[in-house]
């Protein structure tokens, strides 16, 4: 089962960028998608982007073009950078692995404030 680690988050003005990292050891060998999710305070957790076991990837419309997902099979690792980050993009980033041969846990995440 995987168990991921967040990393990476910060705080920002406006504008700014971020790149979070999520590492999850098996997650390759497992044929994992790669999942980021965000939840801001009081709110639901909302899911962000994945990333396939081919490297097919795909984006919520409120991150498109903005956020880029990617993977180094070679560190157990999946980054997500955050470009022009507005204030709505703040919230806690969590990573997870799904997929017919993938258990995962959630992380416990990696906070993003984005200041205006």
């Known amino acids: 089962q995987l168990q991921p680690v967040e990393s990476g988050g910060g705080s920002v003005q406006a504008g700014g960028s971020l790149r979070l990292s999520c590492t999850a050891p098996?997650?390759?060998?497992?044929?994992?998608?790669m999942q980021w999710y965000r939840q801001a305070a009081g709110q639901q957790r909302e899911w962000v982007s994945y990333?396939?076991?081919?490297?097919?990837?795909s984006y919520s419309a409120s991150v498109k073009g903005r956020f880029t997902i990617s993977k180094d099979t070679t560190t157990d690792t999946v980054i997500l950078r955050l470009n022009s980050l507005k204030p709505e993009d703040t919230g806690k980033y969590f990573c997870?692995?799904?997929?017919?041969?993938?258990?995962?846990?959630w992380g416990r995440g990696t906070q993003v404030t984005v200041s205006s």
């Open positions: 997870k692995g799904t997929g017919w041969t993938c258990t995962s846990n």
């Open positions: 990333i396939t076991n081919d490297g097919s990837t």
């Open positions: 098996g997650f390759a060998s497992k044929a994992c998608v």
